[in-house]
């Protein structure tokens, strides 16, 4: 079975500290990953994707992603956090490149404390 | 931009009540879908559709259908509501071959 682990329901970060929000995945197959993240009251947005290429992505709001195929991970990072950054932030994997079935992750509740 | 619109925010129903969820996009997309979000589990796919009046199931489809009869409106349909059907429902819309969702804001459900 196909499957994404978010191992931490909360993240607390202040303000100006690096942040990591971790993401492992079991799948069979060559896996396309993606970040989105959810603000309060809205639906998700896309923040950035690994298909193929370099192993470090970088996306929207200046985060980036490792992808780490041995481990099997595409953490989330963020040299800086920003109070705003605080959010609902969910992993997802494809395993096929038509992108019409998605396996999302539990969701991680990033904290940035002023 | 696009947009993904769906009809009601807040919804509150009776247990055996017959649940519409209508879900609207503007940019022409040939994928659609629709998702429910529960506190700990993520987002689980209910059904997918790609084309007008095709649809596939997605992992929990049991307990819903889902209508698609134009490209721009895809309908969720919850026959006979329960109460462990209560959940936050998310639309979302994509191109055909293109990696990135579009999602709608939600519509958050209560079956009493």
């Known amino acids: 079975a196909q499957s994404v682990a978010q191992p931490e329901d909360q993240v607390n970060v202040a303000e100006g500290n690096p942040l990591t929000v971790k993401c492992t995945y079991s799948?069979?197959?060559?896996?396309?990953l993606f970040w989105y993240v959810q603000y309060p009251n809205r639906g998700l947005q896309f923040l950035l994707k690994?298909?193929?290429?370099?192993?470090l992505v970088k996306g929207s709001y200046g985060f980036e992603a490792e992808f780490n195929k041995s481990q099997t991970s595409f953490h989330l990072k963020k040299p800086s956090a920003l109070v705003s950054d605080s959010a609902l932030y969910f992993c997802?994997?494809?395993?096929?490149?038509?992108?019409?079935?998605?396996?999302f992750g539990s969701g991680t509740k990033l904290n940035v404390k002023p | 931009d696009v947009k993904v619109t769906q009809s009601s925010r807040y919804l509150v129903k009776r247990t055996g009540e017959k649940v519409f969820l209508e879900c609207v996009q503007d940019?022409?997309?040939?994928?659609m879908f629709w998702y429910r979000q529960d506190p700990g589990l993520g987002l689980r796919l209910i059904y997918f559709?790609?084309?007008?009046?095709?649809?596939e199931k997605g992992d929990i489809p049991e307990g819903y259908s889902v209508s698609r009869e134009k490209k721009e409106r895809f309908s969720l349909i919850l026959e006979s509501a329960s109460t462990n059907q209560t959940s936050m429902y998310l639309c979302?819309?994509?191109?055909?071959?293109?990696?990135?969702?579009?999602f709608g804001s939600g519509t958050q459900l209560s079956v009493l």
């Open positions: 940019m022409d997309h040939e994928n």
């Open positions: 559709s790609y084309d007008v009046k095709m649809k």
């Open positions: 979302a819309s994509s191109l055909m071959g293109d990696e990135k969702l579009f």
């Open positions: 690994y298909i193929t290429g370099d192993n």
């Open positions: 799948v069979s197959g060559n896996p396309y």
């Open positions: 997802a994997v494809s395993l096929t490149l038509n992108f019409n079935k998605f396996y």
